[in-house]
């Protein structure tokens, strides 16, 4: 079993910075791969970023030159630094885990507004 705990989401104005950070514990495959995905009021689920263990990374056209998803496996840990955010980007943003199976933490909510 893995626990993803997500944090750091908030409220933002445009073109402002955050970033998320999503701590894992359990029993994790050495070859996994970690990423986030994010749900606007109305909308399906979507990828933002993921990364593998080996770090070979994927991001949405929508995000990408602006967020930077990176790991630290011996913390068992994925960040996503998000910049020059903008009013679109607001969702509740989800951290995944998945190797044979799939784990989603809770989410944590970002707004963007002025």
């Known amino acids: 079993q893995v626990q993803l705990v997500e944090s750091g989401g908030g409220l933002v104005q445009p073109g402002g910075s955050l970033r998320l950070s999503c701590a894992a514990s359990?029993?994790?495959?050495?070859?996994?791969?970690m990423g986030w995905y994010r749900q606007a009021p109305g909308k399906q689920r979507e990828l933002v970023a993921t990364i593998t263990s080996v770090g070979n990374t994927r991001y949405a056209d929508s995000v990408k030159g602006r967020f930077t998803i990176s790991r630290d496996n011996a913390k068992n840990a994925v960040y996503l630094q998000m910049t020059s955010l903008k009013p679109e980007d607001t969702a509740v943003y989800y951290c995944?885990?998945?190797?044979?199976?799939?784990?989603w933490g809770q989410g944590t909510q970002v707004a963007v507004s002025s």
């Open positions: 359990g029993t994790f495959s050495a070859i996994n791969t």
């Open positions: 995944r885990y998945s190797d044979q199976r799939i784990w």
